[in-house]
């Protein structure tokens, strides 16, 4: 299955930013036996590269990967190279755009105007990060005169609010710290803790 319909399809995409690269197997293992098959390794972690790389090797087959923070078109060739499948940026850069789809690959630019995310999609990308993320009423005003433009809020995405993002348009989501807390030491119970909140998310955006 081509990675955009991978993503609509499975919806979430899990954030892990920050974390020790010793650790980010055992995270990505927990999630993967949460539910989650979509995830995001942010490039203002420690070893991005070497991370991603170890992970797409490891689980990339059952795991699509893709490569956040990415600032210029330099960070997305790499993260490509290293085996990311999709580029999400917290800006709208059209050379990142450029780049992204000159490779064959997913681009998800971040914005947060009406304007922003029309651009964006205009410049190429195939999804619009809405971020910041402040409200569902607010991606429910952008969505309706965009309704072509397929949106996935980020930034303040949690249990309580994810079906509301749902139902206010959004074709998926950007899940960062409520779902990942890299700032938790990372114990057999926290990774117990975290495949109970991957299956809390992947069952509340399937109700």
């Known amino acids: 299955m ?3 319909a991978q993503i609509v399809e499975n919806k979430i995409i899990a954030i892990i930013r920050g974390a020790n690269p010793t650790d980010v197997i055992h995270i990505v293992e927990a999630l993967y036996e949460g539910g989650i098959r979509l995830l995001e390794i942010t490039m203002n972690s ?29 960070m997305a ?8 499948r ?6 709208l850069d059209e050379e990142v755009i450029n780049a992204t789809k000159s ?6 630019p971040g914005a947060y105007t009406a304007t922003e995310i029309y651009k964006a999609h205009k410049a190429g990308a195939d999804i619009i990060k809405v971020f910041p993320a402040t409200s569902p009423s607010y991606l429910k005003d952008i969505a309706g005169p965009l309704p072509q433009i397929p949106l996935l809020p980020t930034g303040g995405i949690t249990l309580d609010n ?25 114990t057999a119970q926290y990774l117990s803790k975290l495949r109970d909140t991957a299956q809390k998310f992947v069952h509340a955006i399937n109700l």
């Open 103 to 108: 490779l064959g690959i997913v681009s998800i």
């Open 46 to 74: 420690a070893e991005p590269l070497v991370v991603i790389e170890q992970v797409a090797d490891k689980l990339g087959d059952k795991m699509v990967i893709g490569a956040g923070t990415v600032l210029d078109a330099n």
């Open 162 to 186: 994810v079906r509301d993002y749902k139902r206010a348009g959004a074709i998926g989501f950007g899940i960062g710290s409520s779902l990942v807390d890299t700032k938790q030491e990372i």
């Open 86 to 91: 999709f580029i999400l940026s917290p800006i």
């Open 2 to 4: 081509p990675v955009l």
């Open 77 to 84: 060739r790499d993260a490509v190279r290293a085996g990311a």
